[in-house]
Nanobody, 119 residues
Framework: VQLQASGGGLVHAGGSLRLSCAAS????????VGWFRRAPGKEREFVAA????????SYTDSVKGRFTVSRDNGKNTMYLQMNSLKPEDTAVYYC?????????????WGQGTLVTVSS
């Protein structure tokens, strides 16, 4: 599976962005997928995840109520809707996929898209 993230950019605090992650391969629809981010000078952190059938989602506490993860298996694409953005959301955002939902690690990674939130 190859993943291609897009949709990053520069936005003012309080604004919104929607990230997309297009995947190749028919097996994408059976994978759990997630979003991660790496802020300048910090470690990569988990942001959100969604199961293969969209039956369950999870979020890191700092984005709950502001971000929404979704997927369209017919289009082999996953999304991250980000609202009420804050300067601390500034980071490179990565999409990832894993073959087994119970696995703690992800098998495939996209190249990242930069989100910059100005105050």
């Amino acid at each position: 599976v190859q993943l291609q993230a897009s949709g990053g950019g520069l936005v003012h605090a309080g604004g919104s962005l929607r990230l997309s992650c297009a995947a190749s391969g028919r097996t994408f629809r059976s994978y759990s997928v997630g979003w991660f981010r790496r802020a300048p000078g910090k470690e990569r952190e988990f942001v959100a995840a969604i199961s293969w059938n969209s039956g369950s989602t999870s979020y890191t506490d700092s984005v709950k109520g502001r971000f929404t993860v979704s997927r369209d298996n017919g289009k082999n694409t996953m999304y991250l809707q980000m609202n009420s953005l804050k300067p601390e959301d500034t980071a490179v955002y990565y999409c990832a996929a894993k073959r087994r939902e119970v696995s703690p690690s992800y098998d495939y990674w996209g190249q990242g898209t930069l989100v910059t939130v100005s105050s």
